[in-house]
């Protein structure tokens, strides 16, 4: 069988994706993730916005000092990257202020964690040239923000070029590929129904399974072994709103799949997608030793 490795990321940020200003499920949340990692021996990356550092020490403290890694997730959940489709309002920085937002954003992480953050992951997925080059720079040793399902590509972690991220060149950073299911036909224009997030909680841990167990094959018939990298959120495992979200000026409808069987449930399914990556094999990593 193909040795299979499995990073899990946790973007810590507002409730349901950032379309709400509340921290509900990472002050509950987080908790409930560290419980499950601990039982199952895995330790895990943790991708935190400056100002869910800021305004949630506790849990920053607890990741830590449960000795799994910290990364860092953008100040805000911006957009910082090269976006992938149309969201009204999601308008990316301006490559000039890439750089000095990362930085800003490690610094407030860096003071409050009390360790260098060296992993990195973009907000949606949505990364660039420019992040990648500026990530360099200043320390970082993973990027785990490269989307399988839209590029297709890659499927393991892999040295990206200085002129293009996506494809493989010299630097020093690594990058890491999320998980998508190569092996099944796609019906969106842009392959997101192969991107396994968040199938584990809208279904169940059984279902991500046979798409992994269908990516295993499709990577046996590449020669190379299965790498599955996931990208979770602590909001995943406390009850979210249903309907209308006010905040501000008016309110947004997530689509019911966003929020679908937030809590409890989602906790088990994850607790049981473990001891089935377990079963079929795979060993645990965090974002910055996946090459190790």
């Keep these: 069988m193909s040795k299979i490795k499995t990073v899990f990321g946790f973007d810590m940020e507002t409730d349901v994706g950032s379309w709400a200003s509340t921290y509900e499920g990472m002050q509950h949340g987080g908790p409930v993730i560290l419980d499950i990692l601990k039982k199952n021996d ?14 949630n020490t506790n849990i920053l ?36 202020e890439v750089e000095h937002r990362i930085e800003v954003c490690t610094q407030r992480v860096e003071k409050l964690a009390g360790v260098h953050p060296t992993a990195w992951r973009c907000p949606r997925l949505w990364g660039s040239t420019t992040v990648v080059n500026a990530l360099e720079r200043l320390g970082y040793t993973a990027d785990a923000t490269y ?28 990058e890491l590929p999320n998980f998508a299911d190569l092996s099944m036909e796609s019906k969106d224009q842009y392959g997101r129904d192969m991107d396994q997030w968040p ?3 809208t279904e169940s841990a059984d279902a991500v399974i046979e798409h992994i167990k269908g990516y295993i094959k499709f990577c046996e018939g590449k020669k190379v072994d299965p790498f599955l990298c996931f990208y979770m959120h602590p909001w995943e495992f406390w009850p979210m709103p249903e309907g209308l979200i006010y905040s501000g000026e008016g309110a947004v409808l997530p689509d019911p799949f966003i929020v ?12 049981l997608l473990i001891k089935k990556l377990k079963a079929l094999g795979s060993v645990f990593t965090t974002a910055s030793g996946a090459l190790d």
């Design 42 to 55: 895995v330790k895990a990356t943790f991708f935190f916005t400056a100002d869910a550092a800021e305004k």
């Design 61 to 96: 403290h607890m990741v830590r000092d449960a000795g799994h890694e910290i990364g860092c997730h953008t100040l805000f959940h911006e957009t910082i990257g090269d976006p992938l489709f149309e969201i009204p309002g999601m308008i990316p920085l301006l490559p000039e």
């Design 147 to 174: 989307p399988m399902y839209f590029y297709r590509e890659r499927l393991t972690p892999y040295h990206p070029s200085k002129d293009d991220w996506t494809k493989e060149g010299d630097m020093k950073i690594i």
């Design 199 to 201: 199938l584990w909680r």
């Design 260 to 271: 679908k069987n937030c809590g409890q449930y989602a906790a088990d399914q994850f607790d």
